[in-house]
């Protein structure tokens, strides 16, 4: 079940589920997310120009995020798009937000668990940018 969760947040940026399993899936989602940010540059120069140290690194990296997501294109998607868009974050890739609804049939509070987008992740919060600045 965690695998697929996180195989549909990196698919389709945002999920729709219970608060219990959002709050949980972030724990997984945050480490196999780290496992694409964490390369680094390694990610934009070409294959064929990486070294034999910088090549085993890279396989380490796509075997271990490969162990959570199964499907082949989540996982280029995971480290062509995602770990790109969000390599100069130190952690925090998501963000639970609370739904005003309950499910039908259990009551079950609802949240919605994204991905940050490029924006947010260059963004500075107006409070540490005056605090920065003084």
């Not at 965690?2 to 608060?19: C, D, F, P, Q």
């Amino acid at each position: 079940m965690w695998s697929n969760m996180v195989a549909s947040l990196v698919e389709h940026g945002r999920i729709k589920t219970t608060e219990a399993k959002a709050k949980e899936l972030r724990r997984i989602a945050e480490k196999t997310i780290t496992w694409a940010t964490s390369l680094g540059d390694i990610l934009s120069t070409e294959r064929d120009k990486l070294t034999a140290d910088q090549r085993s690194k890279l396989v380490h990296h796509v075997r271990m995020a490969k162990r959570v997501l199964k499907d082949k294109d989540i996982l280029k998607k995971l480290f062509d798009e995602v770990g790109p868009q969000l390599a100069g974050r130190p952690g925090g890739y998501t963000r639970i937000i609370r739904h005003y609804r309950f499910r039908h049939g259990d009551n079950a509070p609802m949240a919605y668990i994204e991905l940050l987008s490029q924006e947010e992740t260059n963004e500075e919060p107006e409070e540490e940018a005056e605090a920065s600045k003084e």
